[in-house]
């Protein structure tokens, strides 16, 4: 009987060349995996070192106080210049209530400074007017007395010397008498404006002794008040309800006065003097206009006799040499003159050394100035600070959280709530600082965010650190310890994102790949404001 061999045994023989052909297979599979790999790996480089950020704003006080109202919770959504919470502003209203106070009182110095100055400066221009018009009545008056005194000086000797060559030719008497009777005239006319200047002498010294007179009343009343005081001094002083020094200052004033009053009487006495002097010298003025017209009458006739003649012109030469008395009387009055201008000199000395306190009021005034500025000063911080009570939100977002209840003791610089911006987010992704030879600004990049597995976010290189995140941490490693083991160091890279996704958070973590296929920076590429700057700060 004959065998029949198991269908197995031909697949048994197989079974190597199906094994081989799956090798073969697989190792082509790995070849073709592996080198796209390889090939993909030479332009791509990705970490899972990364997470979602965004700018983070911290709500904090300026200024302290009890935080009486908060308008926000956690979760809500604000916008720039919101209100979210007030401090109680009891203390900051009072201290601006003060600063103006303090304003109003600093502009009423000032006032009254100005009106002091100006009042000053009225009363010192007037007096200098008056000084100085004074003393230009005194010059005009000493200039008519000077030229008064010359010509009749002159005019005086030019009588003598031709009266006496009359008395010593009278057989010329007839020419000297018309000589004489012309020179008569003149002295006429001369006799009578000095008898006018006289006249007006007169009236300035009434006038003078009036006024001096009108001041002894209030002296007099000074003095019996002072006496009064002072015996009322005296008997407070005999019940020691006043001190020595308090009577002694009475009775210096009782003296004082007096010696005021005193000082006015003899002023009086002056000024009558003055007046019998101005008098008589009108009479004398008066007297030589009359002997002036009667000597043009006496020349007249000695005109018309020559014997008669030598008679007047011998009369004629005593009253020239009484004349030279005269010129004596007016060279006094020159003096007195020059006596006056120099009273107004004085006076006008005292004005001026008197016109040292307006600078003394312009100090007090700019210092008035000054104490207004600081007040003014004072007012704006007052209400700077009652506005810094009120905390609003800097910028739009979202409230992330809230670290003080209404009640609570603030600081400043105590943080009450955290806001973020808005939808500003991006990534920072921390790269091996062997991976970080070929990125570049502008090279685009895949995300994966974990909390989306479904999603992929697209993004560009924004930004390159300039430092490791070991160099800037709160305690860098020190290498020089000698406790060191190499480790690779990470670069933190910015990612700004291209297009807005929906759930992403701050704070969530990603994975990032970067195609680095193109090797040179594109920084147009890199959207404005991806990072919540304004496009014109120049700065991302």
């Keep these: 009987m004959s065998t029949q061999p198991t269908p197995a045994a031909p697949a048994a023989k197989r079974s190597p060349n199906a094994a081989r052909a799956f090798g073969i297979i697989a190792a082509a599979a790995g070849i073709f995996f592996g080198g796209r790999y390889y090939l993909w790996s030479q332009t791509h480089v990705a970490t899972d070192d990364a997470y979602v950020t965004g700018n983070i704003v911290q709500v904090s006080p300026t200024v302290g106080g009890t935080l009486s109202q908060l308008m926000v919770a956690e979760g809500d959504v604000v916008t720039a210049g919101e209100v979210v919470a007030i401090l109680d502003d009891t203390a900051q209203r009072a201290a601006l209530q003060s600063a103006e106070s303090a304003l109003l009182v600093a502009k009423g ?61 009278s057989e010329a008497a007839a020419a000297q008498a018309v000589a004489g009777l012309a020179g008569g005239k003149n002295q006429a006319s001369a006799a009578k404006a000095a008898a006018v200047t006289a006249t007006a002498g007169v009236q300035s010294a009434a006038a003078n002794l ?86 043009v009458k006496v020349l007249d006739a000695a005109v018309r006799t020559a014997k ?114 808005g939808d500003a987010l991006w990534i920072t992704a921390n790269f091996k600082e062997t991976q970080i030879k070929d990125i570049h ?42 406790n060191f083991t190499k480790v690779v160091q990470r670069i933190p890279v910015r990612i700004a994102i291209t297009k807005a996704t929906p759930g992403i958070r701050m704070g969530m973590s990603t994975t990032t790949t970067i195609d680095t296929a193109d090797k040179t920076d594109h920084a147009e590429r890199v959207p404005a404001g991806w990072n919540g700057k304004p496009a014109s700060s120049g700065k991302q």
């Design 210 to 295: 009036a006024a001096v007179k009108a001041r002894i009343p209030s002296v007099e009343a000074e003095l019996q008040r002072a006496e009064r005081d002072h015996g009322r001094f005296t008997q407070l002083f005999a019940k020691q309800a006043v001190t020595k020094q308090q009577l002694e200052s009475m009775a210096d004033a009782v003296t004082r006065e007096r010696a005021s009053l005193n000082t006015l009487r003899e002023q009086v006495r002056l000024a009558a003097s003055q007046l019998d002097g101005a008098e008589s010298q009108a009479v004398e003025a008066k007297e030589r206009a009359a002997a002036a017209e009667a000597q």
């Design 109 to 169: 110095n000032v006032r009254q400074a100005e009106a002091q100055l100006t009042l000053q400066e009225v009363s010192d221009t007037a007096a200098m007017a008056k000084a100085q018009a004074t003393k230009s009545v005194s010059m005009t008056k000493i200039k008519a007395a000077e030229a008064g005194v010359k010509a009749s000086a002159d005019d005086t000797a030019t009588r003598i010397a031709t009266l006496k060559a009359s008395v010593a030719a």
């Design 441 to 482: 600004l502008g090279q685009p990049v895949e995300i994966h965010v974990d909390a989306l597995p479904s999603g992929k976010v697209a993004g560009v290189i924004a930004g390159i650190g300039t430092a490791t995140g070991a160099t800037t941490a709160m305690l860098p490693p020190d290498n020089a310890s000698g």
């Design 308 to 421: 008669s003649a030598t008679d007047v012109t011998r009369g004629q030469l005593a009253t020239a040499v009484a004349g030279q008395r005269r010129v004596d009387v007016d060279i006094v009055g020159v003096q007195a003159a020059r006596a006056s201008a120099d009273v107004s000199d004085a006076e006008a000395q005292i004005v001026e050394a008197g016109m040292g306190q307006q600078a003394v009021r312009f100090v007090a005034l700019e210092t008035a100035k000054d104490a207004v500025r600081t007040a003014e000063a004072g007012v704006a911080t007052a209400k700077e600070l009652l506005k810094r009570t009120i905390l609003v939100a800097a910028q739009s977002g979202v409230v992330l959280k809230k670290t003080a209840n209404v009640g609570a003791s603030i600081v400043p610089g105590q943080t009450i709530l955290t806001i973020s911006q």
